[in-house]
């Protein structure tokens, strides 16, 4: 380990001020809301450093990060390259208005739209913003512009698109909503062919089918509330899925699913959105998950790893009928910091680098050999009832003895083992593992480290894993 914390508990701020671990906490406790985070740990650690796949708190302790800041960091922390096009960014033009150009900014929308171009055959425009959620809100203009104002949405049981006011109106859970009333109408939810919890007795694809056959019989009659046959139009403007449900616990549907869904919608002139946030920027394997599965989105909506979590950048791609400035006019949106230079020029070479080489047949064998290495280990672990990924997004989903009961008690167990710090990592180190819980029973190990994770790496955080479960177990 190269990394040397600073003496023990005690931090340098920017005014010199030496401030002890516990006059921090007590700070945060004072002056932080909690409302914009949740820390799901009692003593969550105070990060330091961070360098590759690993992050280090102020005790100098290690941890192999298999979160990446839920997928924003996929080509691995301080990532050499893309940190000095951010540097070189602020020397050059690190502030600009957006009502202004700059360089950055065009060429990656160029970059984006022409790829999406290639692989898709439809030109299209692309239009940026900051977080996530932000550019899910510019999505939900852009599709009830398209539709003339309709206002309704369809989505997914189990789907996350962020947790601004449209955002978690189209989010499942209630939760999130539960204490600020109604904006705006929520999605009608449909059931997401989340297959390990259908019924038995069905393949992966007869299920996929299954679930479509389901959507498609709203659409019978008038009397099941969302098309109007005489009209020929349906009430709602866009289905908005994730390829692989990201919170929802990396549930992976099968590969017939998204082109028999979107030949219903295409029936019915609903738009299909595709949320690439947390598993687009080859999380799985390709630039956009969604190339896996065979379909063209009209609307597509990208965000954290396109900088790989350096300065926030955000955006949409649609189709050039749905965005073209006569139809989506200058000032449809506009934040202050959307086309940021920081956050386009890391983006621009982030594209850029992958386009050098062939990154993706990389992570696809990077993800089958954890993937092996995961269900190697399941043999001994009969409650990591479920392991299933696509490229380096990966879940192991914990259960009861029988390898089907959610059991969210042990889950908490093994993420607070993990993190404390102290697994063996060999040679006389020990080591952490930052994981990240995500699942409709809140029982999914979702793994998603830096897709420049070595192959070592990967056989350290089986070892991590092996000995976080043991020892959650014993509890
Ligand atoms: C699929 C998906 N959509 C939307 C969001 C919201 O993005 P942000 O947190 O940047 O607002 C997230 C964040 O985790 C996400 O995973």
């Known amino acids: 380990m190269n990394y040397q914390p600073k003496p023990a508990t005690s931090f340098v701020t920017a005014s010199k001020i030496e401030r002890s671990e516990d006059e921090l906490r007590a700070l945060e406790r ?92 439809r030109k299209g425009r692309v239009h940026f913003n900051v977080g996530g959620s932000q550019a899910v809100e510019d999505s939900l203009k852009l599709v009830r512009n398209a539709s003339h104002g309709k206002s309704l949405m369809f989505a997914f049981e189990g789907g996350y698109h962020g947790r601004t006011l449209g955002a978690s109106a189209i989010t499942s859970s209630y939760r999130y909503r539960r204490r600020y009333g109604h904006f705006g109408d929520r999605a009608q939810f449909i059931p997401f062919p989340y297959h390990f919890r259908g019924p038995k007795g069905m393949s992966k694809e007869e299920y996929g089918f299954h679930c479509v056959r389901q959507f498609e019989r709203l659409f019978e009659t008038e009397y099941h509330g969302v098309w109007d046959p005489k009209a020929g ?109 920081i956050g386009t020029a890391v983006a621009l070479e982030a594209v850029q680098m992958l386009d050098e080489s062939d990154f993706g047949a990389e992570v696809m064998r990077k993800g089958a050999y954890f993937l092996a290495q995961l269900q190697d280990l399941q043999k001994r672990h009969k409650i990591m009832g479920d392991v299933d990924g696509l490229g380096l997004a990966l879940r192991v989903e914990i259960t009861g003895e029988d390898g089907f009961t959610p059991d969210k008690a042990m889950t908490d167990r093994i993420v607070d083992e993990a993190m404390l710090g102290d697994l063996d990592a060999g040679n006389g180190e020990t080591c952490g593992l930052v994981l990240d819980i995500g699942g409709y029973y809140k029982n999914v190990i979702t793994l998603a480290p830096a897709l420049t994770i070595g192959m070592a790496e990967i056989d350290l955080a089986i070892r991590l894993l092996d000995q976080a479960f043991n020892r959650a177990k014993r509890k």
């Open 233 to 341: 139009e349906a009430e709602y403007a866009a289905f908005y899925v994730e390829t692989i449900q990201g919170t929802g616990g990396y549930v992976i549907p099968p590969m017939n699913f998204f082109v028999e869904l979107k030949k219903v919608l295409d029936k019915h002139g609903i738009l299909l959105v595709v949320d690439e946030i947390q598993m687009g920027v080859f999380r799985t394997g390709k630039m956009w998950s969604i190339e896996h599965f065979g379909v063209t989105p009209d609307v597509l909506v990208f965000g954290k790893a396109i900088t790989n979590g350096l300065n926030p950048l955000s955006g949409i791609w649609a189709r050039e009928e749905l965005i073209n400035p006569a139809v989506f006019p200058p000032g449809s949106t506009h934040s202050t910091f959307a086309s940021n230079p």
């Open 30 to 121: 004072e002056y932080c809301s909690f409302g914009d985070t949740v820390h799901y740990l009692e003593t969550p650690p105070i990060f330091e450093h961070c360098e590759g796949s690993y992050i280090y708190d102020n005790r100098g302790t290690k941890y192999l990060d298999l979160q990446m800041w839920y997928s924003a960091v996929n080509f691995g922390y301080s990532n050499p390259r893309l940190n000095e096009a951010a540097k070189r960014q602020i020397d050059t033009l690190p502030q600009v208005a957006s009502q202004y150009l700059h360089r950055t900014k065009i060429e990656l929308a160029a970059h984006i739209a022409k790829d999406m171009e290639a692989k898709f055959g």
